[in-house]
């Protein structure tokens, strides 16, 4: 099970123990964590909800596009859902390549897809209020009926 | 019969998770043209929409007993 | 303690411990494993040893340049030093920003600095010999006694 | 006096991990020459220096007391 959604706080060195490869010479990990301040704003804390089979079986398809472009790439990834409090740990990528730059870029393209594709969603509470986050008035419109490669937000 | 599935802000709008409908023979545009007429809901024309777990074109026609799920922009990471 | 050199297995965690932030919203991780093939040829064990105090303080000015580059990241780094066997940690780096593209970035800059900068060295086993890992010939000649950052190698 | 300190295959070479040798007022460059003259090494000319932790160029001046350490290519990561 590399690609996991998990109700549980996340516990990295088992999602880096996945990608563990003799081949491997370098590990990257992405880490996610709850920050408290966004645009001057400061959260109290976020609830996160997925549409967890196909979630999971996105993360799957990310991981499977990166074992593609970059080959003999591993990659493991979970994300928790339910409430996480100020610098809980939202997400964990990690991928092994045998090579260094091969490992932090595919990893950037796995935050990034995570970021388009993948039916997860966030809350955010203010002390004066929450709001799902996200373009709520939907004015990006995918003409395919799903995201492009093209589509990436930081 | 299809179930239809709404996450986050949509379900917030529509306030239910699911809703059972018969949708068999539409496609994804006059689904969306008919759950806004039906249920209090924002816009759904530019919301994604997957079928049985994988994103669809809004002229996907459905099948009887396809899953039909509204996701709005994504938020993880 | 942020920059340390180890004679213990290293806890990937611990060091990503020392970089939580309340602002941070990234923390990424590079672990270097040893690879059980290097140009075809393949590796027993390595030797790492290192002048241990001025590794430190490379170390720490590797630091210190990342938090000058990139406002409000924060760096920590462990290099392990004695016998590694495959797939054995040699070195992590953990660095927090609060948005992930300089988290990305910082990281890299730290790895690529690590190898032109901090003394250690490897001693590369095989079954039919060892040889000590590098530009023996030092065939590369540094003008300013040191060398610049534009010397970055695979 | 000063501490010469070998590291890697320079230490092989040399056979030994540090010396105690009077350097003061020598240049690196030249301290590199008595060495090389005087001892199994190999080439250094191109070899990193550090006095006292800190990398220094070929013409830095040799003070009492300073801790002279030759660096080969360094291969940690």
């Known amino acids: 099970m590399r690609y996991e959604i998990s109700k549980e706080p996340i516990n990295i060195q088992s999602v880096i123990d996945k990608v563990v490869e003799r081949e491997a010479g370098a590990i990257t ?18 609830i996160y909800e997925a549409y967890e089979t196909m ?5 799957a398809q990310i991981g499977k596009e990166i074992e593609e472009r970059w080959p003999k790439a591993k990659v493991a990834i979970t994300h928790r859902i339910g409430r996480l409090d100020i610098t809980d740990v939202a997400v964990v990528i990690a991928v092994s390549t045998p090579h260094r730059a091969d490992a932090y870029e595919a990893n950037r393209y796995a935050i990034e897809r995570i970021k388009e594709i993948v039916p997860i969603w966030k809350k955010e509470h203010w002390e004066d209020g929450e709001a799902w986050v996200g373009n709520q008035l939907e004015t990006v419109a995918y003409p395919s009926g799903k995201p492009e490669e093209g589509d990436l937000h930081e | ?10 379900r917030d709008a529509a306030d239910r998770e699911e809703l059972q409908i018969k949708a068999v023979g539409k496609t994804v545009a006059e689904l969306k043209t008919e759950l806004m007429k039906n249920y209090d809901l924002p816009q759904l024309e530019t919301v994604m929409t997957a079928i049985n777990e994988e994103f669809v074109p809004d002229d996907e026609i459905i099948h009887d007993g396809d899953v039909i799920a509204f996701i709005p922009s994504v938020s993880g990471g």
């Open chain 2, 1 to 10: 019969m299809n179930k239809i599935l709404f996450f986050a802000h949509l």
């Open chain 1, 29 to 46: 990990t992405f880490i996610g964590t709850v920050r408290e301040l966004t645009d001057g704003k400061k959260t109290l804390y976020l």
């Open chain 1, 55 to 59: 979630a999971v079986k996105k993360l």
